[in-house]
């Protein structure tokens, strides 16, 4: 697309309201564009529209018009969550009308440079540490996109001596075009929204548009530990600063000595960054991470690495890597009961997120999991529920499949638990499950290993359940 600025008194259509469409609205109706917001749902369940209508700005609910988007339609902004199979998004392919997201907007408008963070697991742990680690420096970050402010808020608010650090998605990458980050970080890739994507060459290839406009003035951090990761070193542009947990870099930040896989014996391990000179720096010592567990000290290798890229001298951030305390329904302690420790994971929306949380953990568990179907086996997760689980409780869409998998490990403390008269009775029914199986000294861990929409709306509300329900045992 264009800077926004050039569609002055043209019909730009925003397909979804929500806070990304709200700010990409404003934003074009300031910059004198005809705007169009539309949202299938109905009028009272967007309250958004007042807001919008009162600016001036023309609001659709309920429905989606046949001549929503017409050839006389300069760009249509799409909710990142809506599929390209939806009926105003085949009108604009139809009418050759360009389609992007939210993210294609806010680097028009940008003056900041911006950090793009993306991956099937982590994204927002990395980029909540990044973000303090930035602000630790003195750099003045503006966290942003799926969490923080929407990032044309963001974007419209940047100064040159901002760093716009923004969590990204496949859905809001693939909806890009000339998107070019000055940092761009890669965690890892695992099979997950491919209900959406169709299959994996589209995931993957969704990811990938992080780097497709980068130069070589520009910075790529790849997880060197991640195959499909590694593998994109040819194709990318801008200059490589790799991370990795298991294996010793000439040129990036590492752990030494590295992890073993499949061992979580104790030895004293520290992050080192080695530089392309042969010098090495000597960070701190991987115990002395503020948050637990192998996955974390990937996280901080990454959220390092950022900050390296941003000409950040490692020892300033020393103090906020110890004191980081980790995010909201990742990994999070939600208090003890009966000597039961529980912790919310609702975040954990794929199997390999779960298997790491169920990694992080040394004592007996007692684990909750199940949610949308999204039609995987879940296979993954045999030897996890086999070697690793005292015992599971499942509900959602998915019970029927995880409790299979349960089955076929051996696992006898199982729970299935079916719907209840509504979905908060049904959580709170699980939790008292998993509290029936448990005894003192046991972890109850709710990482569910599938999205929350069967039944929430939101991993938020399935999380903020969860611990309600735990505290009132």
Aim: aromatic content about 6%.
């Amino acid at each position: 697309m264009n800077h926004p600025a050039t569609y002055r008194d043209r019909r730009v259509v925003v397909l979804g309201l929500a806070r990304s469409g709200v700010s990409v609205a404003k934003v074009f109706h300031a910059l004198g564009a005809e705007v169009i917001v539309n949202d299938k749902k109905e009028r009272e369940l967007c309250p958004e529209a007042d807001e919008l209508t009162a600016l001036g700005i023309s609001v659709l609910c309920g429905y989606h018009p046949d001549d929503l988007v017409t050839s006389e339609t300069a760009l249509l902004v799409k909710n990142p969550g809506i599929p390209y199979t939806a009926g105003p998004v085949q009108q604009a392919e139809a009418h050759g009308v360009e389609i992007v997201t939210e993210v294609e907007v806010a680097y028009w408008l940008s003056a900041a440079p911006i950090i793009g963070i993306t991956g099937s697991n982590g994204k927002t742990t990395t980029t909540t540490w990044i973000g303090q680690l930035l602000g630790e420096a003195g750099l003045k970050p503006i966290v942003a996109g799926n969490i923080g402010i929407p990032l044309c808020e963001a974007a419209t608010e940047a100064k040159e001596d901002n760093w716009i650090v923004a969590e990204l998605s496949s859905f809001q990458l693939k909806g890009t075009s000339s998107f070019r980050p000055r940092i761009a970080l890669l965690l890892n890739i695992a099979e997950t929204h491919l209900d959406y994507h169709g299959g994996m060459e589209d995931y993957v290839a969704s990811k990938v548009k992080l780097f497709a406009n980068q130069t070589a003035d520009d910075i790529a951090v790849l997880n060197w530990d991640d195959a499909t990761c590694r593998a994109l070193v040819d194709q990318v542009t801008a200059k490589v600063l790799p991370f990795s947990l298991y294996t010793r870099l000439d040129n990036g930040v590492c752990i030494e000595p590295p992890f073993e896989a499949g061992s979580d014996a104790e030895v004293a391990r520290v992050i080192v960054w080695r530089k392309e000179d042969g010098s090495e720096k000597v960070i701190l010592p991987v115990a002395e991470l503020g948050i637990p567990g192998r996955h974390n000290a990937g996280n901080a290798l990454a959220a390092i690495a950022a900050c390296i890229a941003a000409g950040v001298e490692p020892d300033v951030i020393v103090p906020a890597l110890k004191q980081f305390n980790g995010v909201e329904h990742r990994l999070e302690y939600a208090g003890e009961v009966k000597g039961v420790k529980y912790y919310n994971d609702s975040k954990a929306t794929n199997p390999t997120a779960t298997i790491m949380s169920v990694g992080s953990i040394s004592a007996p568990i007692i684990l909750l999991a199940g949610g949308l179907d999204r039609g995987s086996d879940y296979m993954e997760l045999l030897p996890v529920f086999r070697d690793r689980l005292k015992g599971l409780v499942v509900l959602g869409e998915s019970r029927g499949k995880l409790a299979k998998v349960a089955e076929l490990a051996g696992l006898t403390n199982l729970r299935l638990v079916e719907p209840e008269e509504d979905a908060e009775s049904t959580l709170r029914k699980a939790v008292q499950e998993a509290a029936s199986l448990a005894e003192p000294g046991d972890v109850v861990l709710l990482s569910p290993a599938c999205a929350s929409w069967d039944m929430f709306k939101s991993f938020e509300q399935r999380g903020r359940i969860f611990k309600e329900s735990a505290h009132t045992l």
